[in-house]
């Protein structure tokens, strides 16, 4: 085998195609193989892959890699959710966050290398955006995430949400590539992905016409305007009119709602009228709501709502839109919902 080209820079992520032409002189059969190995057997380690030549799995490894980040730092919470602190091969750092449920596993995966977004209740936003992932790197995380905790998709349901660091639609050709990876190859149905935007709305058009596709889900959290424009900004390109209108034009196919999440910030979108004016913007759609009670950290300026209020707004909401109040998973190693922010050993002993 040859120098690989530049543009191959690991096994995980390309399609066969490109794996057949990165792994050039040897004869396609070997990609095949090497293919095989990686996605449906989920080897991730060319010393196992044991139908190779010795000597090719050893030009492999020198030449080609397979693109599984390292494990910089896992953290187990007393709820059973691990957040893992991943090495990218250029030295930067990512969240992958696991949460074992009774009958399913979730995978929170991230998409880019911090965030552009700027949500004010968010701590990854706080990080702004260094880069995008690419179609391997998302799908290096699924890959190492299963095979440290001896997961298959068709052991119990698994779930892959593109909801930890980065907006997915502002990475959409990497996200759909991932996709099509995960769910043609390694075996995930689309209906178990879910990818969660701010309202990128012609990233959301471009979504609703791709034949293969996570389900969409819209960070709302906000009743009206200008509250939306306060928490945030980006509601200042992508009005919050314009926005629900996307949604109303949005294809969902026949198995298919739309997911609104509302984070609830204390005092200031959390009231009985909020619920009102959320119940009159989701009129007419197909959808569900899951609400989130801020889960706290340094440097976000918002409180937490009673649980008293939180049951209010829900029960406001539910009469009208399924409406379900998410549970805080891993809070208290920083892996909740908008804690994700490359937390250290020694950086949770210092906010602790």
Do not use: W
């Not at 691990?82 to 990218?88: G, K, N, Q």
């Not at 349901?157 to 769910?183: D, F, I, S």
């Not at 409180?303 to 839109?321: L, N, W």
């Amino acid at each position: 085998m040859n120098a690989v080209n530049p543009q191959f820079r690991s096994v995980i992520g390309m399609d066969l195609p490109e794996l057949e032409q990165a792994v050039k002189p040897e004869p396609a059969y070997r990609a095949r193989q090497i293919f095989e190995y990686v996605y449906t057997k989920r080897i991730l380690d060319y010393d196992r892959m044991t139908s190779l030549p010795a000597a090719l799995r050893q030009r492999l490894k020198a030449d080609l890699p397979l693109g599984l980040p390292n494990v910089n730092q896992r953290f187990d919470s007393s709820d059973g959710t691990r957040r893992y602190l991943l090495d990218m091969a250029d030295g930067r750092t990512i969240e992958t966050v696991l949460m074992p449920q009774d009958d399913r596993d979730t995978i929170c995966i991230s998409s880019q290398v911090g965030c552009p977004v700027d949500c004010k209740f968010c701590l990854t936003a706080l990080m702004g955006l260094e880069r995008n992932l690419t179609a391997g790197e998302i799908v290096a995380q699924v890959l190492l995430v299963m095979e440290h905790n001896e997961l298959a998709p068709g052991d119990r349901r698994l779930n892959l949400v593109l909801m930890g660091m980065g907006e997915p639609l502002l990475n959409l050709p990497n996200v759909l590539k991932a996709t099509r990876l995960l769910t043609g190859v390694i075996g995930i149905a689309p209906k178990r992905i879910t990818l969660s935007t701010s309202g990128i709305i012609p990233k959301m058009e471009e979504l609703g016409k791709e034949a293969i596709r996570p389900r969409l889900a819209i960070s709302l959290n906000a009743s009206y305007e200008a509250q939306r424009r306060e928490i945030m900004p980006i509601t200042k390109k992508y009005h919050l009119a314009d926005l629900m209108e996307a949604c109303r034009r949005y294809p969902l196919r026949k198995d298919e709602r739309l997911t609104f999440e509302y984070v609830l910030l204390k005092d200031v979108n959390d009231s009985d009228e909020d619920a009102r004016r959320v119940v009159q913007l989701l009129g007419g759609l197909n959808c569900k709501v899951n609400l989130i009670a801020l889960n706290p950290g340094p440097g976000i300026a918002y409180g937490t709502p009673t649980e008293e209020r939180v049951a209010s707004f829900q029960r406001i909401v539910r009469e009208q839109v399924p409406c379900y109040l998410r549970k805080p998973r891993g809070r208290d190693i920083y892996a909740a919902c908008g804690q994700l922010k490359r937390m250290s050993s020694q950086e949770l002993v210092t906010v602790g």
